[in-house]
């Protein structure tokens, strides 16, 4: 299936399911994804594997591409309701991604103090202190949690090996809450092994995690874009309400998208 690449810093702003009218930076290469996971749903394709040299922008560059566009909007009266960290990968591997935020901060205050700061991360880079204290002064911390066991983690997300599931949900009980997860549920297959995260075994171990997570909110949604896999199946929307239901029931707001 096809599947797209943001070739610009700053991208945007688009309508998103879950944040409204979003202007996206993207802090990673514009021509190929770089990432620690490979998901086999991303709509940016299939991670980087090549011996090739990383190249990022600079701290300086995404400052000085914000704070353009964040005065035109101003001065044009234009409103946006989140920036948001997205892009073609993980946003939290940038060297400087503690710092960006502080200036992402300071410009939204300065352009835009309406607009909310979000970041969607897959919570591989929660042991470095400067990440969990950035994602600590944002309006949207998402991180994502799309299984409830170690086996189904790996089928689904093809994390770097030294990325064990166990240790990130530690990462991200340590957030007392200060998060918001994110599911994407689907069923498929990849290189021949089946996985099926809305069964109910599945469920009932990631409801498990996610009470004790106790995040603000959780955020379930399917399969919405073209797909690097070719064997995935989008889940009905009465099945991830009948999952939003069983969150509710934990006293955790959620929302099906």
Request: hydrophobic residues 40%; glycine residues 6%.
């Amino acid at each position: 299936m096809g599947t797209f690449l943001f070739n610009e810093i700053i991208f945007g702003p688009i309508k998103s399911r879950r944040l409204g009218v979003s202007l996206g930076i993207n802090l990673l290469p514009t021509d190929y994804k770089f990432c620690t996971f490979n998901c086999v749903y991303c709509e940016c394709g299939w991670t980087l594997k090549a011996d090739k040299k990383i190249k990022l922008p600079a701290q300086e560059e995404v400052k000085i591409a914000l704070e353009e566009v964040l005065q035109d909007y101003a001065e044009n009266g234009k409103s946006i309701d989140s920036i948001t960290f997205a892009g073609n990968g993980e946003p939290t591997i940038h060297p400087k991604f503690a710092e960006v935020i502080e200036d992402t901060i300071e410009l939204r205050n300065l352009y835009m103090p309406n607009a909310q700061i979000s970041v969607l991360s897959n919570a591989s880079q929660l042991n470095k202190t400067k990440v969990t204290d950035a994602l600590k002064k944002v309006d949207k911390n998402i991180l994502k949690l799309d299984a409830g066991t170690e086996k189904t983690y790996q089928l689904i997300n093809q994390a770097q090996s030294h990325l064990k599931f166990d240790k990130i949900i530690d990462y991200l009980k340590s957030f007392q809450g200060n998060i918001i997860i994110q599911t994407l549920f689907l069923k498929g297959s990849y290189q021949g092994q089946a996985f099926d995260n809305t069964t109910k075994e599945e469920v009932s171990a990631w409801l498990k995690l996610i009470k004790e997570i106790n995040p603000q909110s959780v955020m379930l949604y399917p399969i919405d874009r073209d797909t690097p896999a070719e064997d995935l199946e989008k889940i009905d929307a009465a099945v991830l309400q009948e999952i939003a239901n069983k969150v509710h029931d934990l006293g955790i707001q959620t929302e099906v998208y």
